[in-house]
């Protein structure tokens, strides 16, 4: 998955990894074993500064790494037996949705995520993780699906928005969020959702009502992508960095107001560094998710999800 | 600038376009720019005689169109937006808030309470689009979800006017949670057999286009309002091309099968009366 893309923040890393490099060419002839270890520690003990104090816009910029796992690969990588389904029976099957149905250890699950190309070609054919309303559709009819079969839901959340296209609009777009948001929000089935990198506005929630709701470390979710929020509000491109403070849309941030109920850790460095680590580390989360989930009756459950997010909002009276 | 198009003295905060109609003596027809008298404009329901220009109005004007007179009252008002991420952009969010409390007499984007239309009683909740753009924060939210339960508790219809830019991005995430909350509440509704009416009126996009106003078991679209999820000028971006004329109105939507009527609003109450009897008619076992 290996790719040239550094993010700024991460070149001090990437120089002295290169100078370690060179160095290692060398030990042939020299003696300077030492030297490269000591050089090595002191890489782990930058990379772990650095992300340690990670700004909310480097975040977002980790949450866009083009080598981060998408959800085919945790659907691969987390799952067995998986068969994807396609289609919405109305219109046409959108690549930017995918799901099916698969297996996690002897639990049976529907799942159903956003799904991101890896270059100009996939970007394209996925539409940029963007869907359309027959990708809101399609899951919509794999979640009516799982509540036929008694099979919970696990969903991933990985998209830039909703596809703000003319077709979209005609084909219902609003209609489409909303029937899921309206659906989700009493399916009979465990749902768990995993926001694993945008969480961008409608078009994340739209497949993101659930019993727990779960963020990757440096994942973000908010009501709108850092750069249209200063377009907006700033009516500059410029103060992207100050909307991502501003929005409070990191993993931590949407802990404390009670949005997210638990982040799942990533290794140093971001998801895309340690991809198996990663996939070790979700499906333990995943298993042990669905198993709490498994022992609440079907009637507690739904109602237990309308009050967790009745509870969602800040006001004064 | 001529008297009858008198502006705010503040107008940093809000262009032209996010303001309701003026509350002027004598006001000018967007439309077809004929000189309508306040009167006038009220016996037409705020819409103009000439060409069907449809004014954007506040809650206050639209309790004045549909409710019996003397049957309002108005539930939750003590309820207001907190600022819980100390939002500040080019200002913070409590100075954006504290000018339109000043400026509009509004508790905040949305205004519910209970009424009786020709005799039958209603819980309702109407969306101030004067109010930071009729954008939906927790107060929308949680207001939209009370309401609702004084529908469920006396087992009457719930009606609910959208008039909004989307979601008050100044609350962030907990904005977009109300997409949520609001639809969920909407289950409980559906599952006590009660009738949701879902009236849409200019403008109606964002996150309440993608959540409870797209939900209603009937909904009404006001003449030539536009609705959508995303703004004509991002879709422009976008595709990179001229939208039709048109589009994302009223009745384009109607065309598309995405509302079930589009009603003049002198016929809003009148429409809903009829609707609401049929729906709430059903002999049940
Ligand atoms: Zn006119």
New binding site residues.
């Given amino acids: 998955m290996a790719s040239n893309s550094t993010l700024d923040f991460e070149k001090p890393i990437v120089e002295l990894e290169k100078k370690i490099a060179e160095m290692r060419s060398l030990a042939d002839t020299l003696d300077i074993q030492p030297q490269i270890e000591e050089l090595e520690q002191q890489v782990e003990r930058l990379r772990s500064e650095i992300y340690r104090n990670l700004t909310r816009w480097q975040r977002v910029q980790i949450a866009r790494h083009p080598d981060r796992p998408y959800t085919l690969d945790y659907i691969t990588h987390c799952l067995t037996d998986f068969v994807e389904l396609h289609g919405d029976r109305n219109f046409r099957d959108d690549p930017a949705i995918v799901g099916g149905l698969a297996s996690i250890g002897d639990t049976r699950v529907v799942v159903v995520g956003h799904q991101k190309g890896r270059d100009t070609k996939s970007n394209l054919y996925r539409n940029f993780g963007m869907p359309n309303p027959e990708g809101y559709r399609k899951a919509h009819r794999l979640f009516s699906l799982a509540e036929r079969f008694s099979l919970p839901v696990i969903c991933f959340l990985d998209t830039p928005g909703a596809y703000p296209g003319l077709e979209a609009e005609e084909r219902g777009q609003a209609e489409a969020i909303a029937r899921n948001l309206f659906q989700m929000a009493a399916l009979k089935v465990p749902i768990i959702i995993v926001i694993i990198g945008e969480g961008a506005s409608g078009g994340a929630l739209g497949i993101g009502v659930g019993d727990r709701i779960l963020m990757l470390e440096n994942a973000w979710y908010s009501v709108i992508a850092p750069e249209s929020c200063s377009s907006i509000l700033w009516r500059s491109w410029e103060y992207k960095e100050q909307a991502a403070e501003a929005l409070k849309l990191t993993a931590p941030d949407l802990v404390d107001v009670g949005i997210v109920d638990r982040i799942i850790p990533e290794p140093v460095g971001g998801a895309h560094r340690d991809p198996e680590a990663m996939f070790t580390t979700m499906q333990s989360v995943l298993r042990e998710e669905l198993s709490v989930l498994g022992s609440i009756t079907t009637s507690d459950l739904v109602t237990k999800r309308r009050k967790k997010f009745y509870a969602m909002g800040v006001w004064t009276e | 600038m001529a008297w009858f198009l008198r502006k705010s003295k503040n107008i940093s905060d809000s262009s032209p376009a996010q303001r309701e109609m003026p509350d002027g003596l004598w006001t000018k ?1 967007p ?2 720019s ?1 000189i309508i008298y306040r009167k006038e404009l009220e016996e037409h329901a705020y819409t ?1 005689p ?2 069907d ?1 449809h004014f954007r109005i506040g809650s206050a004007k639209y309790v004045s169109v549909l409710f019996d007179e003397g049957s309002w009252t108005e539930t939750d008002r003590e309820v207001r937006s907190a600022d819980p991420l100390d939002f500040v952009d080019t200002r913070p969010y409590k100075a954006r808030l504290k000018e339109a409390y000043s400026r509009t007499d509004l508790p905040d984007a949305v205004t519910t309470g209970t009424g009786r239309i020709y005799g039958m009683p209603v819980a309702f909740g109407c969306m101030n689009f004067g109010f930071v753009g009729g954008s939906m924060g927790s107060v929308v939210g949680e207001k939209f979800v009370r309401a609702g339960r004084r529908a469920l508790e006396s087992r009457s219809p719930f009606v609910f006017i959208s008039a909004s830019g989307g979601a008050r991005m100044q609350e962030a995430a907990l904005s977009l949670m109300q997409m949520a909350k609001t639809s969920a509440f909407l289950t409980e509704l559906a599952e006590a057999g009660l009738p949701y009416i879902s009236i849409l009126t200019d403008p109606t996009t964002g996150g309440v286009s993608a959540s409870y106003a797209m939900l209603g078991d009937v909904i009404i679209a006001e003449p030539k309002a536009l609705i959508g999820f995303a703004g004509p000028r991002v879709i422009e971006q976008t595709i990179r091309k001229k939208l039709p004329e048109g589009f994302q109105r009223s009745e384009f939507l109607l065309e598309h099968g995405m509302v079930d009527m589009v009603v003049h609003r002198h016929d809003l109450k009148k429409s809903l009366y009829t609707v609401l009897s049929h729906l709430m008619g059903g002999k049940r076992g």
Avoid: E, I, Q, S
Wanted: glycine share 0%; charged share 10%; proline share 0%.
């Fill in positions: 027809c439309d077809c004929t103009c000439n060409c220009h």
